[in-house]
């Protein structure tokens, strides 16, 4: 068996890091292949030399564009690159472009697809995300999903792959990497802060919601730490919208920090404001436990919902700021982690050896 593990982006490199260690430290045959959707130091090289990891195996040089054009570059580069390395099993993680090029690309080779974080859906059709997960899902051998509720969903839509509940791997990385990140991450943690994010096509693309979110950090009188992702970046420049954010009262706005930087403005931050995915995970891992507002319509992960770390609040200012009040006023007590031991890089690893 020789396994080709696909990457792309930062959340992918960040959770398929756990498994590429197992696999490493079992002395599997395996390659890592980077489609190079993203390609700035800071959301792709870093998190290779951050989480030492050899570098990847081959770079596919996709880099930017229209969604059909990227996924369709994605599939040209990985089928030549799945047949260069003579792949068996293909490993794709989560939602990207990347992984239904990947999931696409080894099923009409006839490899085996091994989608890690399947199960998830936000039932929302705007998003390139939930088309991808969609699709990867029904195209997939092994769905390795990381939780009973994300197992229930594939079961629901009759997916014909097996379905492993096996916690998520950036629980993993969390665990595997704070004390490193206690020890070397490079970041000013200035006394008391929020922490905000924000990258999704459906929020930074629409100029109105920006100006919303400016309203947002224009009313909390704390200290706001954002690194900005390059999507972000480019339409608040786009909109001419870029210096008013710069210039809000105590925001510090950061390019976008390495992982173990991150770690630790997420475990220090009084709470999180964002978009992002994974973000909504990590907040509920042990040694983070952080209340999140969730600047979106919808969520995949409702389980973040469930535990009570995560919170829903759409984004119109007027919503999101009263959120925020609430938990001001009332406080709060997380509760436990429903992503799992910190050891579903191992459960995925065995079940692919099996
Ligand atoms: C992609 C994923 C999203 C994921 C996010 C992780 C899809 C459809 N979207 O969104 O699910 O949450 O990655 O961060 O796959 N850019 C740069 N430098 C880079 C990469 C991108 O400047 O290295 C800029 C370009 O202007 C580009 C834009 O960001 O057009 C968007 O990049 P793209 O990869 O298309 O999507 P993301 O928004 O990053
Ligand atoms: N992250 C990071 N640096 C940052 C912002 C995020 O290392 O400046 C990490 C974060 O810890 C999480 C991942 O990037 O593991 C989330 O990526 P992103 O929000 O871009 O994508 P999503 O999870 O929404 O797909």
New binding site residues.
């Given amino acids: 068996m020789r396994v080709a593990v696909v990457v792309g982006?930062?959340?992918e490199i960040?959770k398929m890091s756990p498994i590429i260690r197992e696999l490493d430290k079992r002395g599997m045959d395996f390659n890592v292949i980077h489609t190079g959707q993203h390609y700035d130091h800071e959301v792709s090289d870093i998190f290779f030399e951050e989480l030492n990891l050899n570098s990847p195996d081959t770079y596919l040089g996709v880099g930017s564009g229209e969604q059909g054009e990227q996924t369709g570059k994605a599939l040209i580069g990985l089928e030549k690159a799945f047949k260069k390395f003579d792949s068996s099993t293909v490993l794709v993680q989560?939602d990207t472009n990347t992984v239904l090029a990947g999931a696409l690309a080894a099923v009409k080779m006839g490899l085996k697809v091994g989608h890690v974080e399947a199960g998830l859906r936000s039932y929302d059709l705007r998003m390139p995300e939930e088309h991808n997960r969609r699709l990867t899902d029904h195209c997939s051998h092994l769905l390795f999903a990381p939780t009973e509720n994300s197992a229930d969903i594939l079961k629901g839509e009759n997916v014909w792959g097996d379905i492993h509940v096996t916690g998520n791997t950036?629980i993993d990385a969390c665990i595997q990497n704070m004390g490193i990140a206690e020890d070397k991450a490079l970041v000013d943690l200035p006394g008391e802060y929020v922490l905000i994010?924000a990258?999704r096509a459906e929020n930074v693309d629409d100029r109105e919601i920006l100006e919303q979110f400016i309203e947002v950090f224009e009313n909390i009188p704390l200290t706001k730490v954002y690194?900005i992702?390059p999507r972000a970046e480019k339409m608040f420049k786009q909109t001419r919208l870029y210096d008013k954010l710069k210039n809000v009262e105590g925001m510090h706005l950061i390019k976008?920090?390495?992982?173990l930087e991150?770690?630790m403005l997420?475990r220090n931050a009084r709470y999180i404001l964002t978009d992002?995915?994974?973000?909504q995970e990590?907040a509920t891992a042990p040694n983070i436990k952080k209340k999140v507002f969730v600047l979106r319509e919808s969520t995949e992960r409702p389980e973040a919902v469930e535990a009570g770390f995560a919170e829903v609040v759409g984004t119109d200012s007027g919503d999101i700021l009263k959120a925020i009040d609430d938990f001001e006023e009332r406080g709060w007590k997380p509760g436990e982690c429903p992503y799992g031991d910190g050891r579903a890089a191992g459960r995925i690893v065995e079940l692919i050896s099996g």
């Fill in positions: 982006t930062r959340p960040i989560g950036v994010t990258h690194p992702h976008p920090q390495g992982y991150f770690l997420m992002s995915g994974g973000i990590e």
